[in-house]
């Protein structure tokens, strides 16, 4: 069965912090995205990956930085967190069938 | 630009009664995703709509394509309590690369 998996499910952090949050796919696919939701906006792309060491920009790439160094392992990184980063982060996985598999999600709170 | 906008973005509505969600998009898109979302859940993938006139169909929820259009809808036949939770439509407008554009969402609640 098809698995997307985040490290944290709830994370609180405090402003200034640098977070990391980690996201592993079981699939061999090879583009791997993160987003985050929040009320009323839905789900907006932060940075997408479509194979080792290389990454392009979303639509909302500010305050975040994306790190691929192995195929199944694709991080998000806050270098400085601030309070108008808390939100709900979702990772995805796609493959050659198009579809894309989310993650559970990590709610970030940052104080 | 591509932008994705759904309606209606909430919807009551009784347990038996059939009813559509629509999804536009404003620019050429090469699929059209449908994802369920449970509150506190991630995204649970519904549906890939891969060309014009594409209809595809799963238990309750019937979801097609008019690209012309730029149009998708996701028709919910004699609806139940568990098909409550919030629908997101999802255009991919970049080649192969799975960057999609989500509406914002249809709350459905079906009351009993």
């Known amino acids: 069965d098809v698995k997307v998996t985040q490290s944290s499910r709830y994370l609180v952090k405090r402003t200034g912090e640098k977070v990391f949050l980690e996201c592993v796919q079981d699939m061999d696919h090879e583009n791997m995205f993160w987003y985050r939701q929040d009320p009323g906006l839905g789900l907006r792309l932060i940075y997408f990956s479509y194979d080792v060491k290389m990454k392009e920009k979303g639509d909302i790439p500010e305050g975040y930085s994306v790190s691929r160094e192995k195929k199944e392992r694709f991080s998000l990184i806050l270098e400085s967190a601030s309070t108008n980063q808390t939100s709900m982060y979702l990772c995805?996985?796609?493959?050659?069938?198009?579809?894309?598999?989310f993650g559970p999600g990590t709610r970030l709170t940052v104080t | 630009e591509l932008k994705v906008e759904q309606n209606p973005l909430f919807l009551s509505m009784q347990e038996g009664k059939n009813y559509t969600i629509y999804c536009n998009y404003s620019?050429?898109?090469?699929?059209l995703y449908w994802y369920r979302q449970d509150p506190g859940k991630s995204l649970e993938s519904l549906f890939v709509?891969?060309?014009?006139?594409a209809v595809k169909q799963e238990g309750r929820l019937m979801a097609s394509l008019d690209t012309k259009a730029r149009l998708s809808t996701l028709h919910i036949t004699a609806a139940v309590h568990d098909l409550s939770a919030t629908y997101f439509c999802a255009a991919d407008g970049s080649s192969n690369t799975g960057k999609l554009i989500f509406g914002q969402g249809t709350t459905l609640q079906v009351k009993p």
């Open positions: 709509l891969l060309s014009n006139g």
């Open positions: 620019t050429t898109s090469d699929r």
């Open positions: 995805a996985a796609q493959g050659g069938s198009y579809e894309q598999y």
